[in-house]
């Protein structure tokens, strides 16, 4: 059974760069036709799609955000990473892993961890 | 982009009951519609795929139909384990966006 554990800093504080982890594990993430993903949600708020990322780096971001962020994946260790630069209170949200099936939906999620913008 | 309006925001209903949430796209996105089940605290989790394709594992009590930029969602017979909220999700070419959710109350 797949699993995705997300590895998150709980609090990051305005103007800082914010740096998550998603470890995969049973199964690979190298596999060709999987990609993987970040979706967040704000307390008490809807969900938005981050960005997305395949075995090999192609990556694709949600206009509202590429400005600031980047993906990176780790196949060695079987891990995709996240980071958002210029954080604001507005920032604070749980912050899922997932993986996108076909490209068109996200089959597999982590638990999900809160991450609050604050000084 | 394309926005996905769902309707109703809130839907107040009881066990046994048939209930139907609609989703709308702002421009056509042919069948690649997703339908997610979120209980609080919790992860979403995938219901339908495109448009009408069940989920391993999900009741058959769930259903999609629609295409182009109407889409539903009808849960048959409400159970209590049903009282959630629900999202759409659209893929449009590499990018995605939800809902803004409805809420399934228990009446």
């Known amino acids: 059974q797949l699993q995705l554990q997300e590895s998150v800093p709980g609090l990051v504080k305005p103007s800082e760069t914010l740096s998550l982890t998603c470890t995969v594990s049973?199964?690979?993430?190298?596999?060709?036709?999987?990609?993987w993903g970040w979706i967040r949600q704000p307390p008490g708020k809807g969900l938005e799609w981050i960005g997305t990322i395949n075995y090999s780096g192609i990556t694709y971001y949600n206009p509202s955000l590429t400005s600031r962020v980047s993906m990176s994946v780790d196949t060695s260790k079987n891990q995709f990473s996240l980071r958002m630069a210029s954080v604001t209170a507005a920032d604070t949200a749980v912050y899922y892993c997932c993986r996108i099936r076909a490209l068109r939906f996200f089959d597999y999620w982590g638990q999900g961890s809160l991450v609050t913008v604050s000084s | 982009d394309i926005q996905m309006t769902q309707s109703p925001s809130t839907l107040s209903a009881s066990v046994g009951d048939r209930v139907t949430i609609t989703c709308r796209a702002s421009?056509?996105?042919?069948?690649?519609l997703a339908w997610y089940q979120q209980k609080p605290g919790k992860a979403p989790k995938i219901l339908i795929y495109?448009?009408?394709n069940l989920q391993s594992g999900v009741p058959s009590r769930f259903s999609g139909g629609g295409s182009g930029a109407e889409f539903t969602l009808t849960i048959s017979s409400l159970q209590p384990d049903d009282f959630a909220t629900y999202y759409c999700q659209q893929s449009n070419g590499y990018l995605y966006t939800f809902g803004q959710g409805t809420k399934l109350e228990i009446k």
């Open positions: 049973g199964g690979f993430i190298s596999s060709s036709d999987m990609y």
């Open positions: 421009q056509t996105i042919g069948r690649w």
């Open positions: 495109d448009a009408s």
